[in-house]
T-cell receptor, first 116, second 116 residues
């Protein structure tokens, strides 16, 4: 069965600090997708990244970077030089590849607070 | 990018009444739409999967007679909470998956339902 674990429920950092959000997943599938979403106080889910299980290259997008390690079933997310606007709840999610399958399996989320 | 809208964004209703929430894909055809429910400070829980022209598939524990889902067209799905009770108060989020993006779900901004 699929499962996504985000052990950190809440994190607080001071502005400009770096912060890493952890995500560990479980799946029996050999092919799958991993996602990160941001949910600001407004509630809307903002898509950040999708990663195919075959692609273990790390990715950097501006201040955001992702470290995918299949060996440890982890897909961690790092924000460098954090800003107050980064304050939000961040969800890691896993998706099956089977087109007939339905949905995203979400972790419980990590609430990040960036203190000015 | 693909845009999904939800209406209304907020609704307050009295116990015993029914409330309809609309989910629309604005610039693509959504063969599948998903309805999620999110309790405060909790993760998203899938309620049901809705395929255009067929009956929705409900997750275990979700009452299909209480949460009526209709996916009458490729751009519109509706969720009707019937005979609402205060415990139905929650944040309801829909997502849509198009023909091309088999693994990509685009999320609506959510609807906050408060039942008094």
């Amino acid at each position: 069965a699929q499962k996504v674990t985000q052990a950190q429920t809440e994190i607080s950092v001071v502005e400009k600090e770096d912060v890493t959000l952890d995500c560990v997943y479980e799946t029996r599938d050999t092919t799958y997708y991993l996602f990160w979403y941001k949910q600001p106080p407004s509630g809307e889910l903002v898509f950040l990244i999708r990663r195919n299980s075959f692609d273990e290259q790390n990715e950097i997008s501006g201040r955001y970077s992702w470290n995918f390690q299949k060996s440890t079933s982890s897909f961690n997310f790092t924000i460098t030089a954090s800003q107050v606007v980064d304050s939000a709840v961040y969800f890691c999610a896993l998706s099956e590849v089977n087109p007939g399958a339905n949905n995203l399996f979400f972790g419980t989320g990590t609430r990040l607070t960036v203190i000015p | 990018g693909a845009v999904v809208s939800q209406h209304p964004s907020r609704v307050i209703c009295k116990s015993g009444t029914s409330v309809k929430i609309e989910c629309r894909s604005l610039d693509f055809q959504a063969t599948t739409m998903f309805w999620y429910r999110q309790f405060p400070k909790k993760s998203l829980m899938l309620m049901a999967t809705s395929n255009e022209g067929s009956k929705a598939t409900y997750e275990q524990g979700v009452e299909k007679d209480k949460f009526l889902i209709n996916h009458a067209s490729l751009t519109l799905s509706t969720l009707t909470v019937t005979s609402a009770h205060p415990e139905d108060s929650s944040f309801y989020i829909c997502s849509a998956r198009g023909l091309a993006g088999l693994y990509e779900q685009y999320f609506g901004p959510g609807t906050r339902l408060t039942v008094t």
